[in-house]
DNA sequence: TTGTATGCGTTATCAG
DNA sequence: CTGATAACGCATACAA
């Protein structure tokens, strides 16, 4: 920068005003800055600005794992949002384990990313807002809901509760619950789990927990449900698969049990992750809003970190969710 | 810092060096400072370390797009093999574009990152090692092959006439090649073009250039393609689809047309992702090596941070391929 | 084994 | 409208 000032006769200050369009410069002075910055090829030493500004321009993704289709859609629109609003992207990977998403927010903190915004799979209200304290963080997913830290969710409950129905008027009366569990942690799974009882109730159809399938939240995860539930006797007319990844291998331990869907069993994803249009057969599925959850949730971080809004307010927000109808589901 | 060593009652200096592991400190030197930093709760400012260093710890990936299964997995790769490098890694998306690669490699430039490994697509040999000079970078994909950067790639012509072979011995004797050109710059779908023209050619049957459907390189391009062929009266009994994004694509579009797979038509992709075990049909495809590949581009660049290798000295790497069979070609 | 002096490149402040 | 000064926090070189 030193050089650049020599080169057009100006003072270090004056450069550094011209690239950051100060006002007060005159347009000769900027001209000339500008040409001497041009033939001397002359970048900005992000690192010294850091140091000067605190700030480093980059804000920290913490997902599960990248190659989840539902994390790689959503680095995606994080990615391009960030870049719109001049941050970069670093992406952590917890391994969807208590262990990871410390560790995550640990470095975050270590002043190297300006924000962080975590999809919280293990971490939870009990591990205490004392991990958020003076660090803008977003959480995206469910188990931080209600805790002293912004969030942004999608609606489990009622998506759950809108696939169900779904299944119910297309003559489903037994529905598998794939990934499903009634109790435990206020996690995702649960209260899309709930939405499901609640609407089954509504409808008057009885329950039967031998259907809700517990089970790892993974391609194969889905196909060894249905395994077990065939194994255990356990008939059904309908599934809903509480993630697309879950209902692709549905529909694969579905076929190998010499099942067709939907011929047999009618079958509604959670996420409409990409590859749910594409899918043979194409998956119905509960659209959770994810463009709108990616701005609400840079818009909330970028806020915390101009400091816009004090500590002690935390702001929620659920993406708009709608049912995507396909072949998964019409026979 | 300087808090740090007062409280130890030693110099900031002292505090620096047991903080990076300085052989010479004693060892109740050591130890204070250690509860001081614990005890004032102290972290490190990067920043301020790069702008000392020149480092900064991190390392762009650019690819396409991150929600793309191939790159999805790819990044997992790379972040898990990083990290334990200690590097952490920032994600840029540049849409395949030749403008989106190269303001990818000028961000890095500007020492935002310490190296780039780059998933060219666009950018190629023409473009000039200019670009490059002076910066870590490693190119992954074919459009650097044989240009002064050192190069990961993979067997796209070995791997495409393994596929060929596998079609044919499955008696497959039209083989429509989805993604597939001739002529054109030399990008891995062009290799697997020739690959399998060479083994067509090995084996003694005619080739026919109607069955080379170029189209784009998405699920929905797969599907298409389909469409196009058959609209034109283009008859195949198997199909080498050049990446297994494409094949999904393709089953797809086969289905719609009301043909089955492997019934009608055998299906073969290429690269190996996530998805392709668990599709139905589950597909065959040439698993192109992807943690070796990982791990050799991480390597080498590694080695060019640390500048262990001199700037003239270019390396490359193909990954082995190996033919996964699987049921879209199993009858 | 520990400390002192110095500078990395930028920008806030305030004087001119 | 422009410039001199100082400081952000760390680590290299060298002295003690």
Redesign the pocket.
């Known amino acids: 920068?030193?050089d650049v000032?020599r080169a057009a006769?100006?003072?270090?200050?004056?450069?550094?005003?011209v690239?950051?369009g100060h006002?007060?410069?005159?347009e000769?002075?900027?001209r000339r800055v500008a040409e001497a910055v041009d033939r001397l090829g002359?970048?900005?030493?992000y690192?010294?600005?850091h140091?000067?500004?605190?700030t480093t321009g980059v804000i920290g993704l913490a997902v599960p794992g990248i190659d989840q289709p539902y994390y790689g859609h959503l680095a995606a629109l994080v990615i391009a949002g960030a870049r719109r609003l001049g941050y970069r992207v670093a992406v952590e990977q917890t391994g969807a384990s208590r262990e990871g998403e410390t560790e995550a927010l640990a470095h975050s903190r270590l002043r190297t990313y300006d924000g962080l915004i975590m999809a919280t799979v293990e971490l939870g209200e009990e591990d205490g807002g004392a991990l958020f304290a003076d660090f803008p963080v977003v959480t995206l997913g469910e188990r931080f809901r209600g805790a002293h830290v912004d969030h942004v969710g999608m609606a489990n409950f009622e998506g759950a509760g809108d696939a169900t129905r779904h299944l119910l008027e297309r003559g489903c009366r037994r529905i598998a619950v794939i990934g499903g569990r009634a109790e435990g942690e206020s996690g995702a799974a649960t209260l899309r789990t709930a939405g499901h009882l609640a609407a089954l109730a509504d409808a008057g159809v009885a329950r039967d927990d031998a259907l809700l399938a517990g089970c790892a939240f993974t391609t194969a995860g889905g196909a060894e449900a249905v395994r077990r539930l065939r194994d255990g006797g356990v008939p059904f007319d309908g599934a809903l698969c509480l993630t697309d990844s879950l209902a692709l291998g549905v529909v694969r331990g579905l076929r190998d049990a010499g099942l067709s869907v939907p011929g047999d069993v009618l079958v509604v994803g959670f996420d409409d992750i990409p590859g749910a249009a594409y899918a043979v057969p194409s998956l119905t599925t509960v659209a959770p809003g994810h463009a709108e959850m990616v701005a609400a949730a840079l818009e909330m971080l970028t806020e915390r970190i101009a400091g816009r809004r004090p500590a002690g307010e935390v702001r929620s927000f659920t993406g708009p969710h709608r049912l995507v109808v396909r072949e998964s589901t019409t026979r």
Do not use: C, D, K, W
């Open positions: 920068m030193s000032a006769g100006v003072s270090a200050m004056t450069v550094s005003n690239i950051n006002p007060h410069v005159s000769e002075t900027r002359y970048r900005m030493n690192a010294a600005r140091l000067r500004s605190g």
